[in-house]
């Protein structure tokens, strides 16, 4: 199974301040078509997950553009450019490279 | 617009049998993998497993190989997690997942 290790697992962040997580996973992500299944999610208490990123870097439709996504092969990260008070909650990355597919551990995103 | 809808909330005793449904709508059902996944209470996200809802293709992760079964019907739009006999230790929220899109989740109690 392709592990994915994300630091740090937690983050206080002042707001107006940029936040950065990074996902490294244990094989490379470059699937045979060429794609890299890469993708990030962000889950606010109480609520379902719900997509930021897809392949790499690709904003799903809504998301603000404050957040980014970049990296390649095995090295992946999140950037948030001025954090927000709704942006706090849990990130995960997350491969639909190889099945079984897996997730990291999550970051939890707080305000100082 | 795209929508997956789950069932509702259920509590069951140990040893029960159970079923949990993923209803999608708003795309053409038989043409992405549906996933199923789980997050025990204060954890992170785990892959359960994927139906390819057009011919029924399904894959489990090893720790779920043989717990549940996962299955569609794709004359309904609808994908199902079934539990033959429930633990204690399935009490958890489960999600169904499209490439970009999440259910709101299904909170199953297992209580005596």
């Known amino acids: 199974d392709i592990v994915m290790t994300q630091t740090p697992l937690s983050s206080p962040v002042t707001l107006g301040q940029p936040a950065s997580i990074s996902c490294r996973s244990s094989?490379?992500?470059?699937?045979?078509?060429?794609?890299?299944?890469l993708s990030w999610l962000h889950q606010r208490p109480g609520q379902p997950p719900r997509l930021l990123i897809y392949k790499i870097s690709n904003r799903f439709s809504g998301v603000p553009d404050r957040f980014s996504g970049s990296g390649a092969g095995t090295d992946f990260t999140l950037k948030i450019s001025r954090v927000e008070a709704e942006d706090v909650g849990v990130y995960y990355c997350?491969?639909?490279?190889?099945?079984?597919?897996?997730f990291g551990q999550g970051t939890k995103v707080e305000i100082k | 617009e795209v929508q997956l809808v789950q069932s509702g909330a259920e509590v069951k005793k140990p040893g029960e049998s159970l079923k949990i449904s993923c209803k999608g709508s708003g795309y053409s059902f038989t043409s992405y993998w549906i996933g199923w996944v789980r997050q025990m209470p204060g954890k992170g996200l785990e892959w359960m497993g994927i139906?390819?809802?057009?011919?029924?293709?399904?894959r489990y992760s090893p720790s779920f190989q043989g717990q549940v079964t996962i299955s569609a019907d794709k004359s309904i739009s609808t994908a199902y997690l079934q539990w033959s006999s429930l633990k204690a230790s399935d009490t958890a929220m489960y999600y169904c997942a499209r490439d970009r899109y999440w259910g709101q989740g299904t909170l199953v109690t297992v209580s005596s």
């Open positions: 139906i390819y809802p057009s011919d029924s293709d399904t």
């Open positions: 094989q490379s992500l470059v699937h045979s078509d060429g794609n890299t299944y």
């Open positions: 997350t491969q639909a490279t190889q099945f079984p597919w897996t």
